[in-house]
């Protein structure tokens, strides 16, 4: 229950509540222009500091440079004990608490001024727990009824979208959300809305798996399991392979030097070979010019002589053995040459071929040495590529696992799906009894704004938790907005009833624009009936010209209500004492 509403600021007007009906009042004066407006007084401020004082973020307004340095203060009362909150527009992650905050489940620290001071987190914690009962955390559960979520039911903002429908308090609120929140508060089980929405998880998981294999992240996986399973049985065989290759694998730390070594021996064997073919060539004609060398005779001189016609003295003769004893000493020393040269050409020829021999058992040697080892960066290839055949493998695998999550996914989720909605159903039925105390309220609620009463709708569908309201006159904006003021009444009726409550509903004056004077005047009497048989406040904020005077009964005093005037008379009356 709110107490008061105040700022460090003397300007501000200061907001003091009470029980039952209360009304925030813009009023029009006479001496106004036709350019003034009620719109800035700050009736719609007002709901907006509560919800910071409660650990909500700024708005637009509360952003303004004017405000920067503002503190805003807040008594309320929670579970029998009277409290205050501070809290700095500038310095805002933390508040200032005063009061017995003893049996906390969180407990503020002292600052050195001697002040309870308590991060905002801890606050929205520690208001979760006083004011709806909730645990400090849920840790079995990702998605889990908060503080903020269900309180701007009670508060709703008309900046966060929060008049378009009963069931949502902000435009972009989340499904999960909304389930887990209005379940929480009708009493009803959410931990089923939470367990939905680890399955919608897993579907959109699934859904993911099947963009990436159309968008060819799977690309390889020809469509089919088997196929899969065989390329992985194939790359673990080529795998083992290498792995025992790898294993096998003797590095030599001199290997390029020997490999280097058995090419020169090669270079210097072949060098051998040539040369030994030319001798052996060289050789021949050597041996056939030795057989082939011979010295003429002096008988085939006198012939050629005699042929001549010349008559030889016998001194021509003697002359002539000189000659003969000359050609024969020319042949027998070209003899000797060619001898000579036979045989240094065939040592050399035998002194390569030892050498041929001697170069070829080192080169085996070198061969040999080579045929056991391998060089690093040989090895270093071959551990490369099995790196790679590897990194193949995981792929492969990681397809067929993504391949057997979409394929066996699919109908596990469907059969988790009826499961679960076959429980909430159950747990829907074993809580019958709190489920048509909502619905009898709300179309108790209903049927004093309208001749027909609305109904309440509480659905279990495949997607979870689904609500609705039915009522025969609809179409109109305001009729709409009596729908979601039902609602939020009938939630208020409810949590008045159990051991923790805000014992507060807030409704801005959007909720009564375009209604009809009759169903504003009928609401606002509800509402201030309701408020003080069920010991909570209704606090309302409201334009002048929309109050329906001439449709309340006559046991109703509207002005009774009003706890804060704010007009357009000067800029010093609005709820700052100055105009943004």
């Known amino acids: 229950m709110l107490i008061s509403l105040t700022s460090d600021k003397e300007s501000f007007k200061k907001v003091n509540f009470k029980s039952g009906l209360n009304i925030v009042l813009a009023e029009r004066t006479q001496i106004a222009s036709k350019k003034d407006s009620r719109n800035g007084l700050g009736k719609t401020s007002m709901i907006e500091i509560i919800h910071f004082l409660t650990g909500g973020n700024l708005t ?6 004017e405000l920067e340095d503002w503190t805003f203060r807040l008594k309320l009362k929670l579970k029998g004990k009277e ?9 805002q992650k933390f508040v200032i608490i005063e009061g017995d905050c003893s049996d906390w489940v969180l407990t503020p620290e002292q600052n050195d001024k001697g002040q309870q001071v308590m991060s905002n987190n801890n606050w929205k914690t520690v208001l979760g727990t006083l004011m709806f009962s909730m645990q400090k955390e849920y840790p079995d559960y990702k998605y889990s009824p908060t503080f903020r979520s269900c309180f701007a039911y009670f508060a709703r903002l008309a900046e966060a979208g929060g008049f378009q429908d009963a069931f ?3 435009s972009s609120q989340k499904e999960w959300d909304i389930q887990v929140s209005n ?10 809305a939470s367990k939905w929405q680890i399955l919608k998880d897993r579907k959109n998981i699934l859904s993911q798996l099947k963009t990436e294999a159309e968008s060819g992240i799977l690309k390889d996986m020809h469509g089919s399991l088997g196929e899969l399973e065989a390329e992985k049985i194939r790359l673990q065989s080529d795998v083992e392979n290498q792995k025992q290759q790898l294993s096998d694998f003797k590095v030599h730390p001199q290997y390029n030097k020997i490999e280097f070594d058995a090419n020169k021996i090669t270079k210097l064997i072949h060098n051998h070979v040539n040369d030994n073919i030319n001798d052996k060539n060289l050789l021949e004609n050597y041996e056939n010019s030795l057989e082939e060398e011979k010295g003429p005779e002096s008988e085939q001189i006198g012939k050629i002589y005699r042929e001549a016609g010349i008559l030889i003295p016998d001194l021509i003769k003697k002359k002539l053995d000189e000659v003969k004893y000359f050609h024969s000493s020319i042949v027998r020393n070209r003899k000797e040459f060619l001898n000579s040269e036979i045989t240094e050409i065939k040592s050399k020829i035998i002194n390569r071929q030892s050498e041929i021999q001697r170069l070829s058992e080192k080169r085996t040697e070198l061969l040999s040495i080579l ?5 690093l960066d040989e090895y270093s290839a071959l551990q490369q590529r099995n790196v790679q055949m590897l990194s193949e493998l995981e792929d492969i695998k990681r397809k067929i696992e993504n391949l057997k999550k979409f394929e066996d996914g699919k109908s596990a989720l469907k059969v988790d799906l009826e499961l679960i909605q076959q429980k909430a159903r159950i747990s829907l039925d074993e809580r019958m009894e709190t489920k048509e ?4 309220l709300f179309n108790s609620n ?3 704004l309208y001749q027909s009463p609305g109904n309440l709708l509480i659905n279990v569908t495949p997607t979870g938790y689904k609500f609705g309201i039915d009522i025969k006159r609809e179409g109109s904006h305001g009729f709409n907005n009596m729908k979601i003021f039902c609602y939020d009444l009938m939630k208020m009726q409810l949590l008045s009833q159990r051991d923790c409550s805000p014992n507060f509903l807030i409704h801005d004056s959007i909720m009564f624009a375009d209604v009809d004077e009759r169903q504003i005047a009928q609401a606002l009497e509800l509402g201030s009936e309701e408020a003080t048989s069920n010991n909570f406040q209704y606090i309302c904020t409201f334009n002048s010209d929309n109050i329906p005077k001439q449709d309340f009964s006559e046991n109703f005093n509207f002005n009774d209500h009003v706890i804060l005037t704010l007009t357009d008379a000067d800029e010093s009356n609005g709820l700052f004492g100055f105009r943004f």
Do not use: C, F, M, P
């Not at 379940?183 to 089923?192: F, M, Q």
């Open 437 to 440: 105390k909502a619905i009898n």
């Open 60 to 65: 637009k307004t509360l952003k303004k440079k």
């Open 446 to 448: 209903s049927q004093k």
């Open 183 to 192: 379940t929480y508060l009708l009493g009803l089980d959410w931990t089923y």
């Open 83 to 91: 409290y205050s909150v501070s809290r700095n527009i500038k310095d």
């Open 371 to 375: 045929s056991k080892h391998k060089a």
């Open 168 to 170: 949502k308090q902000y």
